[in-house]
T-cell receptor, first 115, second 113 residues
Framework: DADVTQTPRNRITKTGKRIMLECSQT?????MYWYRQDPGLGLQLIYY???????NKGEISDGYSVSRQAQAKFSLSLESAIPNQTALYFC??????????????FGPGTRLTVL | AQSVTQLGSHVSVSEGALVLLRCNYS??????LFWYVQYPNQGLQLLLK??????LVKGINGFEAEFKKSETSFHLTKPSAHMSDAAEYFC???????????FGKGTLLTVNP
């Protein structure tokens, strides 16, 4: 079974709709991240969480919000989706106590299309 | 502050040829450096990482990278390309107490038969 799972894997929605993307992990890591990937732009950090009570904005947080429901769960919400939020979204985790601190492990991604 | 520059958004090689993907970084603190690979329609998979131990790092699938502090580089190489190496490759840097990753824009590797 995958260590980092994302649901849904694909989603098509309309402008103005509220969307939630979910991420779960079984790695026991304390840190979780949300990125978006656009062709030619690499990955951009949206939000990150170092533990359940520590949530921080990334480079491109406008239009997004997050919730860390438990150490293993981190969800991303688009309160009112717009077409330029069409992208591939990745969740990642890392362990602050491991020797390879900073090493992030990625989920399979969610492809979101906003019409 | 930290940043990553990947030289060449698209690299094309013949099967059996040397693969060289270039990465230069900027970091105000000693960096940790990573290469990730993304196969079509998949997430990112860790290929290898440098975390201040040996400067020549060996990864999966025959890839390796050398950390050169004087050149602020961490280029990825493989002696002989295989068709299955066709993918997008991302270099990333992490530094400071928060260990956040900053990614390059990626290099798409095409392997021709």
């Amino acid at each position: 079974d995958a260590d980092v799972t994302q649901t849904p894997r694909n989603r098509i929605t309309k402008t103005g709709k509220r969307i939630m993307l979910e991420c779960s992990q079984t790695k026991g890591h304390d840190r979780m991240y949300w990125y978006r990937q656009d062709p030619g732009l690499g990955l951009q950090l949206i939000y990150y969480s170092f533990d359940v009570k520590d949530i921080n904005k990334g480079e491109i947080s406008d239009g997004y919000s997050v919730s860390r429901q438990a150490q293993a769960k981190f969800s991303l919400s688009l309160e009112s989706a717009i077409p330029n939020q069409t992208a591939l979204y990745f969740c990642a985790t890392s362990d602050s106590k491991s020797e390879g601190r900073g090493t992030q492990y990625f989920g399979p991604g969610t492809r979101l299309t906003v019409l | 502050a930290q940043s990553v520059t990947q030289l060449g958004s698209h690299v094309s090689v013949s099967e059996g040829a040397l693969v060289l993907l270039r990465c230069n970084y900027s970091s105000s603190v000693p960096p940790y450096l990573f290469w990730y690979v993304q196969y079509p329609n998949q997430g990112l998979q860790l290929l290898l990482k440098y975390t201040s131990a040996a400067t020549l790092v060996k990864g999966i699938n025959g890839f390796e990278a050398e950390f050169k502090k004087s050149e602020t580089s961490f280029h990825l190489t493989k002696p002989s390309a295989h068709m299955s190496d066709a993918a997008e490759y991302f270099c990333a840097v992490s530094g400071g107490s928060n260990y956040k990753l900053t990614f390059g824009k990626g290099t798409l590797l095409t392997v021709n038969p």
